[in-house]
């Protein structure tokens, strides 16, 4: 039994996971009553004022998470425009990421430089994001041989709908005519998933999925970078010698420090050939019982290691009121 921290056992009796709920009714139940729900996850930042408006509920929020939202480029489908680094470039130059927090989270997001979270091992905190240039971007647009415009057809699902129109319309604004599809999360994987594609990879016609990730295990060198660059599942780029280099010198070393230069490596590379459309890390959001301590993990995931209720809690007052079962 020495194997756990104590430290960080919850301090809870039960736990009752109820997903027949929408989300919106598990909002509604959270912040309007007691007994039904105590603890709503992936809250839409639309949603914030009206729970913290609610006498009976809180907004928690988990800052360091380990999660992504990032644009993929297409390079594999026939006749893709997005092998050309200038237009990638472009594309992430269009980009007013200050805004774009603004609009899209309600201020719940961190602009990122690259493709790993501010906690993440390997971060570099010298890597500057892509600055907003709007002039430059239709430069190399114009450059990569698209004088006139591109047609861009962006999809995303349903989750990410706020964030993909302000992307369409900032995207707009530069010369990009963008086709805005939502998708439910099965066509969208049937479009994105390399091994469950509903057609082959060279027909897939769109030119840009907007992409949620989370790294579990704080290893970028397996995710997100062997995943969505290097030939894993969600991999729709070129041959990357420099980043295979990278990779695999960080795979054959247990040294920390080693690794995370490596890593940061990685980063600047991959900044640098702009791979992705570069975006942010979520403040993750949560709905909470104000009589629940609920303390979110790192990881992102629903972990309940520090947490509890307090003595006001719907629970804990019926059962002083009836006594032990």
Do not use: C
Request: charged fraction near 25%; charge should be negative; hydrophobic fraction near 40%.
């Amino acid at each position: 039994m020495d194997y756990w921290d104590r430290s960080h056992m919850p301090r809870l009796q039960r736990i009752i996971f109820d997903n027949t709920l929408s989300q919106q009714e598990a909002v509604e139940l959270v912040k309007t009553g007691e007994g039904r729900v105590d603890l709503v996850t992936e809250l839409n930042p639309l949603d914030t004022l009206r729970v913290a408006e609610s006498p009976f509920a809180a907004v928690i929020k988990n800052r360091g998470s380990l999660v992504m939202v990032y644009g993929i480029f297409n390079m594999l489908k026939a006749g893709s425009p997005w092998r050309d680094v200038r237009l990638r470039q472009a594309v992430n130059m269009a980009i007013h990421r200050e805004d774009f927090i603004r609009y899209a989270t309600k201020g719940n997001g961190v602009i990122v430089p690259a493709l790993l979270p501010a906690k993440a091992f390997g971060y570099d905190p010298d890597l500057a994001p892509y600055a907003f240039e709007p002039v430059k971007a239709r430069t190399l647009r114009r450059e990569a041989g698209y004088p006139d415009g591109l047609a861009v057809t962006l999809i995303a699902p349903l989750t990410l709908e706020v964030q993909a129109t302000v992307i369409s319309k900032m995207l707009d604004q530069v010369g990009f005519q963008v086709e805005r599809q939502m998708l439910d999360p099965v066509v969208y994987n049937q479009k994105t998933e390399r091994g469950h594609l509903g057609q082959p990879v060279e027909q897939q016609a769109w030119d840009i999925a907007l992409e949620l990730q989370q790294d579990l295990a704080n290893f970028p060198v397996f995710m997100p970078y062997n995943t969505h660059a290097l030939g894993g599942n969600l991999d729709w780029g070129l041959e990357k010698p420099e980043l295979h280099r990278l990779y695999e010198q960080g795979l054959r070393t247990v040294d920390r420090e080693q690794q995370q230069a490596l890593i940061r490596q990685m980063e600047r590379h991959t900044h640098d050939q702009a791979y992705f459309l570069f975006l942010y890390s979520p403040i993750q959001l949560y709905a909470v019982n104000k009589a629940v301590q609920f303390v979110p993990h790192v990881t992102g995931r629903l972990i309940f290691g520090e947490t509890a209720v307090t003595d006001e809690h719907w629970s804990v007052r019926k059962e002083k009121a009836t006594g032990p079962e």
